[in-house]
């Protein structure tokens, strides 16, 4: 059985480190578009972004990810105790942290996984400091403490 990879067009649509979206090297200004693709943003077998609207698919390029977590607010309860962490998105949208989603990675980049888990988002600078904060440390590991459990941070091994 003859099994080739579905060839899936260019949409010459980069997302830069940031989070910011270009067209054919221009910045696109029209967030409505951008939440448009975003609506519609799927990834492929291979892990690659797919933008699929009506009937229609194209491959994104992106330099890291297309979700970047611009902000970390954290939340309390009654007792003072963080709770958790709500994420500003590059989107900007807001969700909880999935804090069995995180990872650090190359170069100790910190990442987490966002809408549903279905996609990996990076955090920029001022987030990685404003949840870095809050990270323990014992014996080589690295936690983070939420509600009286700690969370350890995985790191992603280089492929």
């Not at 100790?108 to 987030?127: E, G, H, I, Q, T």
Request: charged share 30%; glycine share 8%; proline share 5%.
């Amino acid at each position: 059985m003859d099994e080739r990879r579905e060839q899936i067009p260019s949409c010459d649509i980069f997302v830069d480190r940031e989070g910011e979206w270009h067209y054919r090297g221009a910045p696109m200004i029209r967030k409505d578009i951008v939440g448009l693709f975003l609506e519609h943003l799927t990834l492929s077998p291979d892990g690659d972004y797919v933008i699929d609207l009506d009937g229609q698919r194209c491959l994104l390029e992106v330099e890291d990810t297309v979700f970047v977590v611009k902000r970390v607010e954290s939340v309390t309860g009654n007792n003072e105790r963080i709770n958790g962490f709500l994420l500003l998105l590059s989107d900007g949208t807001k969700e909880p942290l999935s804090d069995h989603t995180l990872e650090i990675g190359e170069g100790n980049m910190l990442y987490c996984r966002v809408k549903k888990d279905k996609f990996k988002a990076r955090f920029s600078r001022p987030a990685y400091y404003q949840i870095a904060s809050h990270v323990e440390e014992d014996e080589g590991c690295f936690y983070l403490p939420l509600n009286g459990r700690r969370i350890k941070l995985h790191f992603i091994t280089p492929p």
